[in-house]
């Protein structure tokens, strides 16, 4: 029915004439609510991170945005990240790299795709997120006869008070012979704050906003999409899901089995009418936060690549700054069941600045391809730190 509705939707939108990929306007009329979502945030919201970043009232700007999640797969260096091979002794080393480089160490992280609504909100108060829109083709999974897309509700601080959850990218390095591209994220004072959100990651619980349209196929990708194993299906059109997150232990478990985790506690697990449920954001623990301090800041990031995998690129002639950057010198990471084998050789990653927006990590090596290493060898420069010899 949910399938048939957004068809006819679609077929009535055509028939006035309006495209079908924007936003209605000029008809002087309220848009019919689709949805209503009861949200709220702790008093104690704003107490954790960002408490130096900003003004002295750092609820003053509070806001939630309804964002939808993206399907996404770590490249293999931050799940299965390759030892040091004869680091010189001057490298921070792999796990540096890993820490600093990688979104979330564990890679089980909630990934935004795109936002949709967005509310003021006060802190222990209740607020109602009205949705206007279905989420697009794009942030669902599965074909026309069952598909889901799930989002987050994330609570942050509007430092520039434009009404929205600014996203940033990490640097999006192109193909050799192209040149990168970097995203203006603006000056670090003006960065929105992000405090929680009711979905972060698969490995904490999790309150998070679904949509479903036509089946629910248990044996369809849909499941393995941001997974709750043994817990109910969504309903049909809009639901809040609840679910008690998995091990990180487990989640690598299973996943060199061909299989997917199982909840932690299946008596978390809720499938809830969104008259039912009101998704209330907590700050995350401390000691979680220590972990993984960049944890939120994470939800304001959009991936440049969603499909795990890796660019390499070749060395470029200027040499790093050494002092100010994490790096090392190491092999290519497998894939556990790989039967393909490891490259022989060594390339040189380096993570991102501690102040960048988004983390990411670069791959470099004198030979290889854009997305494997062995096409291409290249004379290393003369500051090259990594062995040349395969």
């Known amino acids: 029915m949910a399938t048939l509705n957004r068809m006819l939707m679609i077929t009535a939108l055509v028939g006035l004439g309006f495209p079908g990929c924007g936003k209605l306007v000029g008809l002087n009329i309220p ?7 009861q949200v709220k945030v702790a008093e104690d919201i704003a107490s954790g991170p960002g408490a130096d970043a900003g003004t002295s009232d750092r609820t003053s700007n509070l806001r939630v945005a309804l964002v939808w999640g993206a399907q996404w797969q770590p490249e293999p260096f931050c799940l299965w990240p390759p030892s040091d091979l004869l680091p010189p002794p001057e490298s921070p080393g792999v796990q540096a790299v890993v820490a600093a480089g990688c979104p979330d160490p564990d890679s089980f992280r909630f990934v935004p795709d795109r936002d949709d609504a967005d509310i003021a909100i006060t802190p ?3 607020a109602t997120i009205t949705l206007v829109n279905l ?9 026309l006869t069952a598909r889901v897309a799930y989002a987050s509700l994330v609570a942050y601080d509007d430092r520039n008070g434009n009404g929205t959850l600014d996203f940033h990218h990490p640097p999006r390095h192109r193909r050799n012979g192209e040149p990168d591209v970097v995203e203006d994220a603006g000056a670090p004072a003006t960065w929105d704050i992000v405090y929680g959100a009711s979905f972060i990651s698969m490995t904490l619980p999790d309150q998070r906003v679904a949509y479903r349209e036509g089946d629910f196929d248990t044996s369809a990708t849909s499941v393995a999409f941001y997974p709750r194993y043994g817990c109910g299906a969504p309903l049909p059109s809009f639901s809040i899901l609840s679910a008690s997150g998995f091990s990180q232990a487990d989640a690598l478990a299973a996943a060199l089995q061909r299989q997917l985790p199982e909840e932690d506690d299946l008596t978390v697990c809720h499938v809830d009418t969104l008259d039912q449920a009101v998704v209330t954001i907590y700050p995350p623990d401390s000691a979680i936060l220590s972990q993984h301090p960049k944890m939120l800041a ?4 959009i991936v440049n690549d969603a499909g795990g995998t890796t660019l390499y690129r070749k060395p470029p002639a ?15 990471p497998q894939i556990p069941g790989d039967d393909a084998g490891v490259v022989s050789g060594q390339q040189l990653v380096i993570a991102s600045a501690p102040g960048d927006a988004c983390q990411s990590v670069n791959h470099y090596t004198p030979r290889g391809c854009d997305n494997e290493p062995g096409c291409w060898d290249v004379t290393p420069p003369d500051w090259w730190p990594c062995p040349t010899t395969p």
Do not use: K, R, S, Y
């Not at 848009?31 to 979502?37: C, D, K, M």
């Not at 994470?298 to 990031?301: D, H, I, Y």
């Not at 200027?318 to 290519?332: K, L, Q, S, Y």
């Open 31 to 37: 848009a019919t609510p689709l949805a209503q979502i």
């Open 124 to 126: 222990g108060a209740t």
């Open 135 to 143: 989420p697009t083709a794009d942030v669902m999974v599965g074909d």
């Open 298 to 301: 994470e939800l304001a990031c």
């Open 318 to 332: 200027n040499e790093p700054d050494w002092p100010n950057i994490t790096w090392a010198c190491v092999g290519f």
